[in-house]
Each structure stands twice: as structure tokens, then as C-alpha cells.
């Protein structure tokens, strides 16, 4: 399973986590490599669970497959923003990715959303479009909705507020500041935290940590990408949301393996992991 990878030496496992978590966002088929072994790396140190994202839509429908082949992993499907806008969100790809959102092991719609930094003004418009597409086939299936929002935080929080957000919506990657972090939780938003939070020059996604409640918080990886601290620039992997974890609980000031269960729950309840497939 490869859609390519990223180069450098892996990094070495990181103490195990005491309770464990989940990795609410990650990308196998573009890490490369065999995925049973990723997962049993995952789980020797306290990772077991997973969320596998599609992007497009054959890496959707991939992400469906090796969720329903793997104990442990579920999948998300839907059109990139960034592939929106480039024309991508065709009727007949929606129409696909309400499909497979449909399927038992898949349990959200992302990562779609709005990126501003990589897509020029004239294709942003269409960006806005699939984004309300994707919101209508969360709300239809009642799956989680995974938002990929990239310098375009005040227009992600308009068109949510505008279509209604579905019961669980997800910032992925959360890039947002403090005062941000205080409007998504008012309105019931999860916030997932990756590797940039472990990045010396990010006092303000610190910040927007330490005041996100306890019970709207995730962690990701978006492996193979946003490798944490102090290997920031090799590749990522699940395995390496301990790393991540720690860094939240230092800058909240909470305890490891009470945020850890916190964590695990939270990630639970967003995808409704509890019931069965």
C-alpha cells in the first residue's frame, strides 16, 4: 500500500503511553511500507487506534478498504480541499464519496475545508462549494466531519455556521490561536492537535491547547507529515503521537494519563467508535 513516502531515517520509538490513545488522523497509503507493521509498531507504545484519511477519491476509497481489513482502524473519505480546488468535487465524485460514506468502517467525512495558502483565489470559490457538499454528506451519513483549514479560519467558521455543522465536526491539525480555540469550543468543536505544537516558535497553538476543554481534544500525527519534535523533518508515523501527548499535557498542565484517557474518550465519542460496525 503506496502512494509514496517520505525520505529520511524513522525515528526511534518514544517511551510507551501508560494509557493508550488514538491517532485521529493519519495518511498509511502515503506513508508507505506495510501496514500491519505500522500498526504493531503503534501499538507496542501505547497507539491503538487509528484513523486513516482519504484525500481524493481513490485514497477514500483505499482508506475504506484497509479499515474494514484492520482491527483498529477506521476511515474517513472525502475530497481535498485543495483538490476542490482544482475541479476535483465533480457530481459524480461526490456522489462517490457519499458512497463509501455510507460503508460501516467508515466513520467521517474529511478532510475537506478551506486552504487559502495553497489554492489561488479564482479556485477557492469551488473550495467553498465541495466544503458545503461535504457538510451535507456528513449530516446525511452522521458521520464526524474532518476540516482541513489552512489560513481560512474565519471563512471555515462562516460557511459552518451558515450550513449548520454536523453533531461532530473536527479541526484537524488545529492552527488556530487562543481566542479561535474559545469559539470552536462554544460551539461544540473538536479540536485535534499534531506535531506543530511541539515546534519551539508556537507559543500561540500552545496557548489555544491549554484552554481547549479537556473534552473536545484530540492528537494526531497527519503521518507522514508534521513530524513532532525533536524529529521535526524525518517521517512520521503513529508510533510517534507519545511525543505529541506529552507535549499537550506539559503545556496544560495535566496530567499525562488522565489526558490520555481523556483523549481516548474524546476520540471515541467524535467518531461513535463505541458502536459496532
Not at 25 to 52: K, R, Y
Not at 86 to 105: C, F, K, M, S, V
Request: with cysteine; aromatic share 6%; proline share 7%.
Amino acid at each position: 500500500m503506496s502512494r509514496g513516502s517520505r525520505e529520511g531515517e524513522a525515528p526511534p520509538a518514544p517511551e510507551p503511553l501508560r494509557v493508550a490513545v488514538a491517532d485521529s488522523h493519519c495518511h498509511l497509503d502515503i506513508m508507505g511500507g506495510d501496514v500491519a507493521e505500522q500498526l504493531a509498531l503503534a501499538a507496542s507504545v501505547g497507539i491503538d487506534t487509528v484513523v486513516q484519511v482519504g484525500v481524493d477519491v481513490e485514497s477514500s476509497r483505499l482508506s475504506a478498504q484497509v479499515a474494514a481489513e484492520f482491527d483498529g482502524v477506521w476511515a474517513t473519505v472525502a475530497l481535498h480541499p485543495n483538490e476542490a480546488g482544482r475541479g476535483a468535487a465533480t457530481p459524480e465524485a461526490l456522489d462517490e464519496i457519499r458512497r463509501l460514506a455510507q460503508l460501516p468502517q467508515v466513520r467521517g467525512v474529511g478532510e475537506t475545508g478551506l486552504d487559502h495558502f495553497r489554492t489561488a483565489p479564482e479556485g477557492q470559490g469551488l473550495q467553498e462549494e465541495s466544503f458545503r457538499a461535504h457538510i451535507a454528506i456528513a449530516k446525511e451519513t452522521g458521520k464526524a466531519l474532518v476540516i482541513h483549514d489552512r489560513d481560512a479560519h474565519e471563512d471555515v467558521l462562516r460557511v459552518l455556521a451558515e450550513e449548520g455543522a454536523p453533531d461532530a465536526t473536527v479541526f484537524h491539525c488545529y492552527s488556530g490561536d487562543a481566542a479561535m480555540a474559545r469559539v470552536c469550543a462554544d460551539a461544540g468543536y473538536y479540536l485535534s492537535f499534531a506535531g506543530p505544537v511541539t515546534f519551539k516558535p508556537n507559543d500561540e497553538l500552545r496557548a489555544a491547547a491549554a484552554v481547549c476543554p479537556q473534552d473536545r481534544l484530540l492528537v494526531e500525527t497527519d503521518a507522514p507529515f508534521l513530524t513532532p519534535m525533536p524529529f521535526r523533518g524525518r517521517p512520521n508515523a503513529p508510533y510517534l503521537i507519545p511525543l505529541t501527548m506529552r507535549a499537550l499535557a506539559a503545556a496544560r498542565g495535566d496530567d499525562l494519563d488522565v489526558l490520555c484517557g481523556a483523549v481516548a474518550a474524546n476520540t471515541r465519542r467524535a467518531f461513535s467508535l463505541d458502536s459496532s460496525p
